[in-house]
């Protein structure tokens, strides 16, 4: 059974940090390719930040500079570290795994507040 749970998400002042981390398990976790995505009310799903199975990274331009992805295969985890949070990146954060865009899976989500 795969499953993909989230967790660091929370309450921040704007300039504030958070980690998240998501924690896999049920499929061969250093085979897949690993993102992070967020949600805001009224608005489609987006991807902040994903790392390949060999390490490659690829961040939307919004948090480039602010984010950073990295995994642990030994701990079947993907972590985001955000830095310098702004209101604008208020959303549930979403864990995705992805194998060759055939398999695909979700986390529930993490909702990331920024606001003073």
């Known amino acids: 059974q795969v499953q993909l749970v989230e967790s660091g998400g929370g309450l921040v002042q704007p300039g504030g940090s958070l980690r998240l981390s998501c924690a896999a398990s049920?499929?061969?976790?250093?085979?897949?390719?690993m993102g992070w995505y967020r949600q805001a009310p009224g608005k489609g799903r987006e991807l902040v930040a994903q790392?390949?199975?060999?390490?490659?990274?690829n961040y939307a331009d919004s948090v480039k500079g602010r984010f950073t992805i990295s995994r642990d295969n030994n701990k079947n985890t993907v972590y985001l570290q955000m830095n310098n949070l702004k209101p604008e990146d208020t959303a549930v954060y979403y864990c995705?795994?992805?194998?060759?865009?055939?398999?695909?899976?979700w986390g529930q989500g993490t909702q990331v507040t920024v606001s003073s």
């Open positions: 049920g499929f061969i976790f250093r085979n897949y390719a």
């Open positions: 790392i390949t199975s060999s390490d490659n990274t």
């Open positions: 995705n795994a992805n194998w060759a865009r055939t398999y695909n899976y």
